[in-house]
């Protein structure tokens, strides 16, 4: 099985990624917990560029996330779930179309074809959408912010809106939780959508 967590920075998503893979380890599946970008090495290579890199192009940003994603896919993600594991993935195709597609304006279907291309298709069984408003979350990061960090609030808004697009466009692998409630609570939401409905 494959399950994504998408959110804003802020959102608690990784806090929940990992709440998650200990319950379901606890009942004795393997689990591999990944995140983008990054999760290969030439991943955190380009992690490190698109984060931490100067200024440029929006498309170069977006090709550059796909790259990372291209690899992951095929290095990681594949191979896991194909001997069984289940695959838990801090962010994915969504948070390309949300911030690069939606937040930087290169379009949802663009975006979502470019990353379609190179994913070979592959799409989450489950998507589980952390939903905060933007002012939260940008009062939630840390002073030492990255790039898209330092995007201006309205960056950050056309983000959330973005997923509460994709959240609406695919409500069949879409799991959308309160991520301002307390972290137990919102991992006993996780934690019974995916056993409802595995
Ligand atoms: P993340 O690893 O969640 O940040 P942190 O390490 O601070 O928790 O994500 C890094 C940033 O990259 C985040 O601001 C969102 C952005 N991003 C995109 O814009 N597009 C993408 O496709 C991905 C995967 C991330």
């Known amino acids: 099985m494959f399950i994504t967590f998408e959110g804003l920075d802020g959102s608690g998503k990784t806090t929940q990624v990992h709440l998650l893979a200990a319950r379901l380890e606890a009942e004795g599946a393997e689990i591999v917990i990944t995140r983008e ?29 796909a790259a990372s994603r291209a690899q992951h896919v095929e290095e990681l993600i594949r ?17 390309s179309v949300a911030y690069q597609g939606i937040a930087r304006g290169l379009g949802l279907e ?28 940008v009062a939630r990061m840390s002073e030492d912010r990255d790039r898209i960090e330092r995007e201006d609030d309205g960056f950050h808004g056309r983000a959330a809106d973005g997923y509460r697009q994709l959240a609406a466009r695919f409500p069949e692998r879409y799991v959308t939780v309160d991520g301002t409630v307390a972290p137990e609570l919102i991992a006993e939401e996780i934690y019974g959508a995916i056993r409802r409905n595995p």
């Open 37 to 65: 970008p990054g999760g290969t090495p030439l991943g955190e290579e380009i992690r490190d560029l698109v984060l931490h890199g100067g200024d440029m192009a929006p498309w170069a940003e977006a090709a550059l996330y």
């Open 79 to 95: 191979p896991a779930l194909a001997r069984g594991a289940t695959v838990l993935c801090d962010r994915y195709v969504d948070s």
């Open 110 to 137: 663009r975006v979502l074809e470019l990353n379609l291309a190179a994913v070979g298709g592959l799409m989450p069984d489950r998507t589980i959408l952390i939903d905060i408003e933007s002012g939260r979350a």
